[in-house]
């Protein structure tokens, strides 16, 4: 009893959660940012490298890899937090599309670091070899 089922709150370095420098993001609500990458409802914001290794992922938006992406709701593409605070306008009345397939109300999800299992079958869809 007592024990909660769900995610667990990850331990992230204070300077991961709040952007790194990609863009300049004017309107961004640094708390409202680090309690959302504190609840593990955002990735942190890892500085993006240039190098691709294999426990990395490329953002398709800025094409740097992170340890982790979000995943866009609709179509499960990855995201990195600051393309994603980039293409979600706060304070916009239009309802923001999906930059990958334009589904309306763009959400995502952070799931946390991909298993090696994901990574593996990622690899087979790709390029048809593990």
């Not at 992230?12 to 004017?26: A, I, M, N, S």
């Not at 293409?87 to 916009?92: A, R």
Request: with cysteine; proline share 7%; glycine share 6%.
């Amino acid at each position: 009893m007592g024990n909660k089922l769900g995610r667990r709150r990850q331990m992230v370095d204070e300077k991961y959660t709040r952007p790194q420098g990609l863009y300049q993001h004017k309107d961004v609500d640094i708390k409202k940012l680090r309690k959302l990458i504190l609840e593990s409802k955002l990735a942190p914001c890892y500085p993006g490298d240039e190098e691709c290794t294999y426990d990395l992922e490329e953002c398709p938006i800025c094409f740097l890899y992170y340890p982790s992406l979000n995943r866009s709701r609709c179509c499960t593409k990855g995201i990195c937090t600051e393309c994603f605070l980039q293409m979600k306008v706060p304070n916009s009345t239009r309802p923001t599309q999906c930059p990958f397939c334009k589904t309306s109300n763009y959400a995502v999800e952070y799931r946390g670091v991909k298993t090696k299992e994901e990574k593996g079958i990622e690899q087979i869809v790709r390029y048809g070899f593990p």
